[in-house]
């Protein structure tokens, strides 16, 4: 029942082409092209060069940065001390309300 049919494989049926002859084709040399002269090779990292505005841009940019982070760093650990200044607030309220009614039976 959980035995995996295998498909068979019909032999291809219909019109089959016989294969291409190639003919070998003559080579004719051509003219010979002196080598081109030899080109310096590219460095292959260019250089940086920082000048005091772009050094005063990758400062300005990093004090942005840590900024936004520290932002939002300091939001969501102020998010969960609220939040957990809250539920404390809500389980006091509530066992208050417990002790009450048990006081009344």
Known sequence: MLRPKIPTNPTPAGHLTPPVVVEPTAVVPSVQVPPPAPVA????????????????????????VVLVVGAVLVSLLLAVAITGASIAVCA??????????????
């Open 41 to 64: 090779p590219a460095p292959s990292r260019p250089t940086v060069q920082l000048t005091p505005g772009t050094a005063l841009a990758l400062v300005g940019g990093g004090t942005a």
């Open 92 to 105: 006091l309220v509530i066992r208050s309300l417990v002790q009450a009614d048990a006081k009344r039976r």
